[in-house]
């Protein structure tokens, strides 16, 4: 059952506020969620995709609408590995 993806709107914010924001959300979404996120901050497309590598969150898409960057973001099905 596919849910409506979350519009995570985060234009205004310098980093590393997106990242940890969009984190939040993704920890508190339902396996298989997706959570689309918009920043206007140049390095968002490059703090936010690394934040999801390193969480075990799933980057689908990044393109951008004019000076916003859209990042489509997947909260896997499986469980993500635990820290040590």
């Known amino acids: ?7 995570l709107d985060l234009t205004g ?6 990242a ?8 508190r979404a339902r396996p298989g969620q997706r959570v ?22 799933c980057v689908e898409t990044i393109s951008r609408e004019g ?3 859209r990042m489509v973001l997947l909260r896997p099905l499986l469980n993500r590995p635990t820290s040590a």
Do not use: F, S, T
């Open 20 to 27: 940890l924001y969009a984190r939040r959300r993704l920890e």
């Open 67 to 69: 000076a916003r960057a």
């Open 36 to 57: 689309i996120v918009l920043a206007d901050d140049p390095l968002a497309v490059v703090d936010v995709p690394h934040m999801c590598h390193q969480e075990g969150y």
């Open 1 to 7: 059952m596919d849910q409506e993806p979350e519009i």
């Open 13 to 18: 914010l310098k980093c590393p506020l997106p």
